[in-house]
């Protein structure tokens, strides 16, 4: 480990680098941050993500954090052709196929299990498979995978083509459990990991408050397990909401509210967006 001491620097030794970053900006040679595809989203962050930082994507089962992530990956990596890294410990690689190849198909996730497709939807999803097959997009399904060694993979890859996102799903498979105080490190040593390589960091969260005690379910900061630190440490968390699953009015069904409840680099607020969770698809309300 470093010795912190070693880490000083006067801040004037800085000046010379910030300025160039400030003229490659400047010059379009280079994206201070990384847009997510959705443009409601990007309104929220001021048109991304942002290398360095560390965000947090939360919600309930089956509220919808795991949709949002892969189809933020799909459209960063498949669609915009950049690369992505995604450590998905709590599911398989032929689980990860199914809901990557529904979210950009909008064909039903039970027909892709179930191989039950006519011969229009074989093609497509043929062609789609085409598409992932060249687009730079890494995949770590490995559910005992250590934060050292996750470094050691982003750090491998970076010398070739530097990850425009990296996707941790889930920071409690990450921990080893729901304890507050190794959630809280783990989040700690991945915002450290995003700072040191400048790769923006999703990681998605349970949630610890009992969502059932409330009329509508609607979460807040203090319901994320590591409470505190986590707030502390994260540049900006989002909550996953679907109201239908309290109400069951039919229509919300098709409505997720992705909630900024703390956001260091952008605002706060909620961004209601349409859904299709047979089909593990997402897009703003006006597309």
């Not at 300025?19 to 409601?40: A, K």
């Not at 052709?81 to 039903?108: E, Y």
């Not at 074989?122 to 050292?148: F, M, Q, R």
Request: with cysteine; charged share 20%.
């Amino acid at each position: 480990m470093k010795n912190a001491l070693s880490d000083r620097e006067q801040i004037g030794e800085f000046v010379p680098s910030y300025l160039e970053q400030m003229e490659s900006r400047l010059n379009g040679l280079e994206t201070p941050r990384v847009p997510t595809g959705f443009i409601d989203l990007d309104w929220m962050l001021d048109g991304g993500f942002l290398p360095g930082d560390l965000y947090v994507v939360a919600g309930e089962p089956a509220m919808g954090k795991t949709l949002l992530a892969m189809n933020i990956a799909a459209d960063i990596s498949v669609n915009a052709g950049h690369p992505v890294v995604c450590f998905s410990l709590n599911m398989g690689k032929k689980h990860f196929m199914d809901r990557m190849v529904a979210a950009l198909t909008g064909i039903r996730l039970k027909k892709l299990r179930q191989a039950e497709l006519t011969n229009d939807e074989l093609e497509i999803v043929n062609d789609c498979c085409g598409k992932i097959k060249t687009a730079p997009l890494y995949l770590n399904v490995n559910s005992e995978i250590t934060i050292l060694q996750i470094h050691e993979m982003i750090k491998a890859l970076s010398s070739t083509q530097r990850p425009h996102l990296a996707v941790i799903d889930d920071i409690q498979f990450l921990s080893s459990g729901d304890n507050p105080a190794a959630v809280a490190e783990t989040c700690r040593q991945l915002k450290n990991m995003a700072l040191e390589l400048q790769i923006p960091f999703l990681a998605v969260s349970r949630l610890a408050g009992n969502m059932n005690e409330r009329m509508n379910g609607y979460p807040k900061l203090s319901d994320l397990r590591g409470t505190g630190v986590i707030e502390d440490t994260v540049d900006a968390v989002m909550f996953v909401h679907r109201d239908y699953i309290y109400s069951e009015n039919p229509e919300s069904k098709d409505t997720i509210s992705v909630i900024f409840a703390r956001n260091n680099v952008g605002h706060t607020g909620e961004v209601n967006m349409k859904c299709d969770v047979e089909c593990a698809w997402l897009s703003c309300l006006g597309a």
